[in-house]
């Protein structure tokens, strides 16, 4: 995997990825941005949440669980010292379906954080992150 960030003024980056896709990056005013683009620890924390999510609704299709909606909220909290490293992250997921099995939601949630999650794993090394539940019937 391959990702080229390239400078375009003040603190303002663009970001291609391996897979020809682009991201704006840039900070605040006080930061010197203009506030056109992500924050780069935003990426992250949306990256990770990307991650989760894909493993969560993939494990449930594969389940044959009848998963219509799956949304991921994440609440990190960070070191108030520089680096300004996460040193929390939670994962709320609300999960909606048509009689959706609670244990196969709960496994799938598990399975994400401890076994097929990348990005979760690979931060949880540094960050404590938890995850917990909600399952929605589907009208």
């Not at 909290?77 to 040193?87: E, G, L, N, S, Y």
Request: aromatic share 6%; with cysteine.
């Amino acid at each position: 995997m391959q990702a080229r960030i390239k400078w375009v003024d003040g603190v303002m980056f663009v970001g291609e990825s391996d897979s020809g896709h682009a991201v704006v990056m840039d900070g605040p005013p006080d930061s010197g941005g203009r506030n056109l683009g992500i924050r780069p620890m935003e990426m992250i924390l949306l990256g990770m949440g990307g991650c989760t999510a894909f493993d969560v609704v993939t494990i449930l299709q594969k389940a044959r669980q009848p998963v219509t909606d799956c949304v991921a909220e994440l609440q990190a909290t960070r070191a108030k010292q520089d680096p300004k490293v996460f040193t929390h992250i939670h994962v709320h997921f609300i999960v909606t379906g048509k009689d959706l099995k609670e244990q196969q939601v709960k496994r799938a949630v598990e399975l994400s954080a401890e076994k097929y999650c990348s990005a979760s794993i690979m931060l949880s090394k540094s960050v404590e992150i938890t995850h917990d539940f909600e399952v929605v019937e589907a009208a």
